[in-house]
């Protein structure tokens, strides 16, 4: 059963960090691709980066996150990291990982997490 499962939000004052986990299992890490995306109080979800097993390096779906956020792999525990910095209010969302099994990093996952909570407080 492929399962993707996020964990490591928490409230954070601006301008802070923070580390997000997104622990994978049901599939293999040779092919695959995991992707992170957030959803804000009132706004659409939008993707932030993704991480595959065909690609060399993380791919960014939005241009702010290629500075302040990175996404990153430890195949070894089958687990995505997103790493978030410099924090502000604008970043409280739910934030949601993703596997596609074809490796294909775009928003049409074909698994979800149940979220995590980012709370930026000003």
């Known amino acids: 059963e492929v399962q993707v499962v996020e964990s490591g939000g928490d409230l954070v004052q601006a301008g802070g960090s923070l580390r997000l986990s997104c622990a994978a299992s049901?599939?293999?890490?040779?092919?695959?691709?995991v992707g992170w995306f957030r959803q804000a109080p009132g706004k659409e979800r939008e993707g932030i980066g993704c991480?595959?097993?065909?690609?060399?390096?993380?791919?960014y779906y939005v241009d702010f996150a290629k500075g302040r956020f990175t996404v990153s792999s430890d195949n070894s525990t089958n687990t995505v990291y997103l790493d978030m910095n410099n924090l502000a209010p604008e970043d409280t969302a739910v934030y949601y990982c993703?596997?596609?099994?074809?490796?294909?990093?775009?928003?049409?996952?074909?698994?979800w997490g149940k979220g995590t909570l980012v709370i930026v407080s000003a």
């Open positions: 049901g599939f293999s890490f040779d092919d695959y691709a």
């Open positions: 993703g596997a596609h099994l074809a490796a294909m990093c775009h928003p049409d996952m074909d698994y």
């Open positions: 991480i595959s097993s065909s690609d060399g390096g993380a791919y």
